[in-house]
C-alpha cells in the first residue's frame, strides 16, 4: 500500500490519494482494482475533479460508456469540463499497436506528445488511462503490460499523475498471478479494489486483512484438493480406457467372424443384427479411443511420427473413407492442388481430417453438401471443412477446442459424443506447430479451419 503505517490510514486511502497531490509535481502511476463500474467512475471523478478544481490538464483515455458516466458525475457536481481532454481509448489505441502490441514510436507521437506538451505549461498533468485494460480484457497481455512500460518511461521525460484501472474480475484465473504482480510492480502505488479501499478505518481494514487472508488460505487448500481429485480422475479414465481397450477389440473380431460366418450358412437375420452389433463396437471402440488418446495428451505421452508424405493424397484418402460411411452426404473436395509435401504423423493427421468432416455430417442432418478445401499460403497449408448444418453460436467457440465441452441447447441433446474429438484434434494440430479455428454462424453452418507447416 502507501508508506504510511497501517494505523495513520484513518479515512479512505484512495480519496487521501486521488484529491491531496498538491505540493512537488513529480511523476505518479498509481493502478485502482475495482469490482463495480460504479466505483471506478466514483474515483476517477475524485481524481478528475480534483484536478479540474486545481487547474490542472486532465486527460482522460477511456472508454464511450466509461467516459459518458464520467462526464454526467463531473457535471452533477458543478465542475466545467470544457478544460478537459477526452479521447477515445479504443480509436487512440488503434493508432499505436503495430502486430498486437503498442510501438513505442506511435505511442509517442500520439500520447507522449501531447502529455509532454501540457506538462511544459507549468500546470500540473493528471491522466486517466484505459487502454492497458482494454488490452488485457483482449487477452493480450504482453500489449498490456508493454503499454504501462511506455507509460513509466514517459514519466521519466516529464511528470503527470497517470490513474490505470482494471477490473479485478480479469484477474480471476489462478494461472494470472505472475501477471497481477507484474501490473503492480509497473505501478508506483497500488490501490485494492473497492471492498477493501472504501473501508473508513485501520480497524475495518484489518479485520478485511484477516478475512482475505483466511479467504486465500482456505482457496489455496481447496485448490490444492481438488487437482489432487482431478489428478485421480485423470489416473482411473487413463486406467479404465486402457482395460476397455483389449475386450473391445477381441468382441469385434469375433463379431466379424461370426458374421463370416453367417455370410456362408445365408443368415440373413443374424447378418443384419451382427452388422448392428458391428456398428455399435465401432462406436465404442472410437470413444474409448478417444479416452485412450486424451490421456496420452495429458501425460504427454501422444507419439507422432514424423514422415514426409504428400498431403493432398492423405485428403483425398480420408474423404473416400468417410463417404462409404454416409448414405446422406456428399464430401466434396473444392479442386486437387497437386503434390503437396508435409513432413508429420500421416495417420493422426488423417484423425484430425476424419474428424472434421465426421462432425459435418453429423451437425448437419438437414443438408448433403460437405466441402472440403486445400489452400497453400506462404509457408502454410490451410485446410478447411465446410458445412451448412446447425452451425455454432458465437458465445461457445472459444470453449469448442477445450476438453469435454459440448454446446448445450436443446438442438444438441440429439446429439451424442463427449466432447474429445476437437480437442485431441487441436492438440495433435498443436504438435505439428499448426493452428486450429472454426467460423461460424448459428444455423447456417461451420468451416474448421487448420493450418500445417509445409515441409
Ligand atoms: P463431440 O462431437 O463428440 O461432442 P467434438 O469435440 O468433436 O465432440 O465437438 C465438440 C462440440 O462442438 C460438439 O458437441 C458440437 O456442439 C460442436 N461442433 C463440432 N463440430 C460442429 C459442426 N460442424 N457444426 C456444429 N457444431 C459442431
Redesign the pocket.
Known sequence: MNDLPLAEVDKSFISKLLIAQEGGHESEHFVQFYENDAFLIDSLSTFIGAGLRAKDVCIVIATQPHKNNLVAKLQANELDISSCIFLDAKTILSQIMIDGLPDAQRFEKVVGKLVADASTKGRRVRAFGEMVALLWAEGNEAGALRLEQLWNDLAIKCSFILFCAYPLNSFAKETQLNEFAEICLHHSRVVPAESYSSLESSDKQLREITLLQQKAASLQAEVIKRKQLEKQKDEFLTIAAHELKTPLTSLKAFSQLLKRHASKTGDTKAMAYLQRMNDHVDRLDMLVS?LVDVSAIEEGKLKLAQTTFDYDALVQDIITDVQTTTGTHTIKKARSNGPISITGDRFRLGQVLN??I???I???PMQDIITVRVKKKDKEIITS?Q?F????AQE?IPQ??TKF????DNE?EN???????????SEIVKRHQGNMW?E?IKGE??T?YFSLPLS
Open positions: 478417444d474428424n472434421i465426421t462432425n459435418a453429423a451437425y448437419s471443412v458445412d448444418g446447425i452451425g455454432i461457445h469448442l477446442f465441452y459440448r454446446v448445450e444438441m446429439y451424442p459424443g463427449l466432447g474429445l474429438g476437437l480437442y485431441i484434434a472454426v461460424s453452418g461451420s474448421f
